[in-house]
């Protein structure tokens, strides 16, 4: 009997151990899916930006509207490379 219980301890114990490395890895997996889904939405929306704007321009006020538009997609990609890598497990 006490071979048993022993034993039915050590497997309560291990079941217990992958319950606690299950939901961790269940929160550092939804952070990154909720990290890469975000990624992606905003690649796109400099990819769609990027396609909408004109070739570039002869005149110079019209040169400097589309560097402004640049530097605002560049913010944008630079600001989203400060968020955490999607790696991250912190």
Do not use: H
Not at 31 to 46: I, Q, R, V
Not at 66 to 72: A, H, M, T
Not at 82 to 89: A, E, M, R, T, W
Request: hydrophobic fraction near 40%; charged fraction near 30%.
């Amino acid at each position: 009997m006490d071979e048993l219980q022993s034993t039915f301890a050590v497997i309560k114990s291990k079941a217990e151990k992958r319950q606690s490395d299950l939901e961790q890895t269940l929160t550092v997996a939804e952070k990154f899916w909720d990290n890469l889904n975000g990624m992606t939405a905003t690649l796109k929306d400099l990819q769609d930006t990027l396609a909408s704007t004109d070739s570039p321009a002869l005149e110079p006020d019209m040169i400097r509207d589309q560097q402004d538009v640049i530097e605002v997609t560049y913010f944008v990609l630079y600001k989203a490379a400060d968020v955490q890598c999607l790696f991250s497990v912190d």
